[in-house]
């Protein structure tokens, strides 16, 4: 990637954690997927987030965790899981924990948030920057699913995050 | 039929036989004369047939037809004739009070003179002949009846002889309700005044259709069995028709209830003879509901068939997935292309895994991801014993067609376990070296799947249906020779395999071991 780029996604990335956002994000608002070049999120019962295709091919997948504690936990179990090779960490991405080469596959931690990229394109980096520079604080009005089977119900607002009932 | 039965078209306005009218055949190829004499005109020229005369034939007719018949069904009634002697012979068919209702040829459609539906009920088909001042008659009385069946239900006692599966249709989430009808009309009669037909049974997988008729899902050696519910505009058993006792049947089932003398009121209970098949399959066929009524000659005479499309899924076993949610059962859109692929593999729960792993490896069009062995469609939550496999998004390959251990031992095990086979996925830790293997959508044994750096898995995901002892693996293939750390290499396919020599086959170096024994949440 050329060092010019990676600047500018950097500092994209640095533009949406600005220290003065108070935690925690509470995702990337699902509206915005399609300008961000992401397709269709799927949601599940068990995971706060969503997984969707990229638009030129691959993947993400977004957890929205409760806090960085329990986000930095689950980082470090990611980086074993999401691939049977290991990830690899990798350094200078600002504010934030990464791993992956940044090119094919990317996971990062932004703060109570992760973020993983797999990109048959070799942006992942890229796509990972516009990713972090859409997290928001506060969900949009309004609710992007809602199901129910048996007695439990689970509600996904507008931006993937996830509560369950009872 | 009885030889001597001539049908009534043939009779129907015709004179004295040839051989009576003592006249010869004209075989003079002359074409018929318009203006030629009525035969049945009195003919001053012909012989005084009410004269004595010793030579003379008796004159008789006879009429016979089926006791009972629906005209939208199962077509006009077959009307049957004998005579001897008569010069004229009609054919009346008169209601309960004796009223002329039609004067058919040979046959009666139903309706009346001026071609509406007359009203289901006894009628009686009334055949006079005469020569000269003769008169002979016969009657036979019928029942012109309206039947169908308009719903059914596919049921199982759980599991004495049939056990029914609820499918699930992941497109608009909802569950099969087996306490609804599968199929069903409207109405008995469409708008062209034939007899509706049941539609086939739904192309479509993925959303419930609201109509249509649904496939149905038992264990492959149940017995299913039908309750068959008639049309609200049935007519039987209404007054005039207490004496058509129609019955109903299913080649290859057996009733079980309510099938003899059917009634609109009371449905019909049926229960195949055979088992639904000798394995995992789809079965299709069309059900041939048939309508039937017995004379007082002990012939049986068929009324009407109404076939029924069903579609089958003959499952293994019940699902087998432990977490009980609605969800976590057979999925329509998995089932059906794994039942077609399983075609003709024995009942057997080491010989449907085996299919599986031939099944994914080979015809699932997917491909070992060398570059990041990353999963697409697996996601463990916390740890190595929670996965969800996202599997609506698999059958559309939404994210890809690059996958990696977790997903091949997610899509075995969701399979597996919707077609009744336990199985779980287990984990081999960690970072260990391999032998040569040839992963699945991959053409070539190597060590080094992700490349001359990449020769080593951090961790492996396989499945077992016994903690380890027995493995499964879709994404790669053995080497089955004896050295599996060096070429040439021979295929092995990881179907029942020892735990342990599966490692042995697997690892080059390093340390490996089994770890976990769980089943995936599908999505």
């Known amino acids: 990637m050329k060092p010019l780029l990676l600047g500018l996604l950097l500092a994209a990335g640095v533009a949406g954690a600005g220290p003065s956002v108070p935690l925690p994000w509470v995702g990337i608002p699902l509206a915005r997927l399609p300008e961000l070049g992401v397709g269709v999120p799927m949601l599940s019962t068990e995971i706060s987030g969503w997984k969707a295709p990229l638009q030129a091919g691959g993947f993400v997948r977004v957890w929205i965790l409760p806090d960085e504690a329990v986000a930095s936990a689950e980082f470090a179990f990611q980086q074993g899981a999401v691939s049977s090779r290991g990830l690899p960490p990798l350094a200078g991405l600002p504010e934030a924990e990464a791993a992956g080469d940044g090119a094919g596959i990317l996971l990062v931690r932004d703060r109570n948030v992760l973020i993983l990229v797999r990109d048959p394109e070799d942006q992942a980096l890229e796509v990972a920057g516009r990713l972090r520079a859409a997290l928001v604080t506060s969900a949009p009005e309004g609710t992007a699913d809602e199901r129910t089977m048996g007695d439990r119900v689970w509600v996904w607002d507008s931006c993937g995050r996830l509560t369950v009932t009872p | 039929m009885r030889p001597a039965l001539l049908l009534l078209a043939v ?3 015709c004179s004295d036989p040839p051989e009576d009218t003592g006249t010869p055949p004209d075989d003079t190829g002359t074409p018929p004369d318009d203006t030629a004499p009525d035969d049945t005109a009195p003919d001053d020229t012909a012989p005084d047939d009410t004269a004595p005369d010793d030579t003379a034939p008796e004159v008789s007719v ?11 069904l199962g077509g006009p009634l077959a009307i049957f004739l004998t005579s001897e002697g008569a010069t004229s012979v009609e054919v009346q068919v008169l209601d309960a009070k004796g009223n002329v209702v039609a004067t058919p040829t040979d046959a009666w459609d139903g309706r009346d003179a001026k071609g509406a539906w007359a009203p289901a009920g ?13 008169r002979v008659e016969d009657a036979a009385d019928v029942h012109m009846v309206r039947c169908g069946v308009a719903r059914a239900w596919a049921e199982g006692d759980e599991g004495v002889s049939a056990e029914s599966v609820a499918l699930w249709w992941y497109g608009t989430r909802t569950l099969q309700d087996l306490a609804q009808p ?37 264990t492959w050696d149940s017995r299913p069995i039908l309750t068959l519910e008639l049309g609200e505009d049935t007519v039987l058993g209404s007054p005039g028709l207490e004496g058509a006792d129609v019955s109903l049947g299913i080649p290859g089932w057996t009733a079980l209830a309510g099938a003899e003398g059917i009634l609109p009121d009371v449905p019909v209970v049926l ?19 048939t309508f039937e009524v017995t004379g007082d000659d002990a012939v049986t005479h068929t009324i009407g068939v109404q076939n029924l499309p069903v579609r089958f899924y003959a499952v293994y076993d019940s699902p087998t997935f432990t977490r009980k949610q609605e969800d976590q059962t057979a999925w329509v859109a998995a089932v059906d292309p794994a039942l077609r692929a399983l075609a003709g593999v024995k009942p057997d729960p080491d010989a449907i895994l085996d299919a599986l792993v031939d099944w994914v490896y080979y015809d699932h069009d ?7 062995g990353a999963s697409a469609y697996t996601d463990y939550i916390s740890g190595y014993d929670q996965a969800v496999f996202a599997l609506s998004a698999y059958l559309e390959r939404r994210f890809g067609r690059i996958v990696n251990c977790s997903d091949c031992a997610s899509i075995l095990v969701a399979w597996a376990n919707m077609l009744g086979v336990p199985l779980d996925y287990t984990i081999i830790l960690s970072n260990f070296y391999l032998n040569y293997i040839r992963a699945i959508g991959c053409d070539e044994y190597t060590h080094c799947p992700f490349g001359p750096y990449g020769c080593g898995f951090s961790y492996h995901a396989v499945t077992t249906d016994d903690e380890a002892a027995t493995i499964w693996d879709a994404t790669l ?47």
Do not use: C, W
Not at chain 2, 62 to 72: G, L, N
Not at chain 2, 122 to 134: D, E, M
Not at chain 2, 195 to 200: G, I, R, Y
Not at chain 2, 478 to 498: A, K, R, T
């Open chain 2, 366 to 372: 997917i491909a070992y991801d060398t570059y990041a």
């Open chain 2, 182 to 218: 599968f199929v069903s009309l409207d109405a008995l009669e469409d708008v062209r005044e034939a007899a509706t037909v049941f539609p086939e049974v739904t192309s479509e997988l993925v959303e419930e259709p609201r109509h249509g008729n649904l496939p149905l899902a038992f």
């Open chain 2, 62 to 72: 006879s009429v016979s037809a089926a006791p009972a018949f629906d005209p939208i």
């Open chain 2, 271 to 289: 229960q195949a003879d055979a088992p639904l098949a000798a394995g995992p399959s789809v079965v299709e066929t069309t059900l041939e509901i």
């Open chain 2, 122 to 134: 006894a009628y009686t088909v009334q055949v006079v002949g005469t020569r000269g001042k003769i």
């Open chain 2, 11 to 13: 009779l129907a306005g």
């Open chain 2, 477 to 523: 293939a053995l080497d089955g020779d004896e050295d599996p750390s060096n070429p040439p290499s021979s295929l092995l396919m990881v179907q029942h395999i020892e735990g342990d020599e599966y490692l042995e086959r697997l690892v080059m170096s390093g340390t490996a071991y089994y770890e976990y024994s769980e089943q995936v949440v599908v999505q």
